[in-house]
């Protein structure tokens, strides 16, 4: 069975860091896109980042380019999101997919973890 675990999330000053990490359950993790999502309370779920299967290419959301880095070990089957930066804008519950491509598209990915809550203080 497909799992995948986030950690890292809580609370942040703006401008401060965090680091989410998703330990995924994949016995070919390394076959898999990941990306991470984020949904704020009553707003649409939306792309903050993707990366390939072999962590060569990687992709980023507007809003977050030039303050996010997505990376991935594929040794220990796990995705990373170093968040630098921060503003309060970017609080939002995080959550890791897995799918067979880099997509921005939610649905393009058919596992999720349950997600870990970012929340960045003004």
């Known amino acids: 069975q497909v799992q995948l675990v986030e950690s890292g999330g809580g609370l942040a000053p703006a401008g401060g860091s965090l680091r989410l990490s998703c330990a995924a359950s994949l016995l070919t993790f390394s076959s898999y896109a990941m990306g991470w999502f984020r949904q704020a309370p009553g707003k649409e779920r939306e792309f903050v980042a993707a990366?390939?299967?072999?962590?060569?290419?990687?992709y980023y959301a507007s809003s977050v380019k030039g303050r996010f880095t997505i990376s991935r070990d594929n040794a220990k089957n796990t995705v990373y999101l170093q968040m630098n930066s921060l503003k309060p804008e970017d609080t939002a519950a995080y959550s890791c997919?897995?799918?067979?491509?880099?997509?921005?598209?939610?649905?393009?990915?058919?596992?999720w973890g349950q997600g870990t809550q970012v929340t960045v203080s003004s």
């Open positions: 997919a897995a799918g067979e491509a880099p997509a921005y598209t939610y649905y393009s990915y058919p596992f």
């Open positions: 990366i390939s299967w072999s962590g060569g290419n990687t």
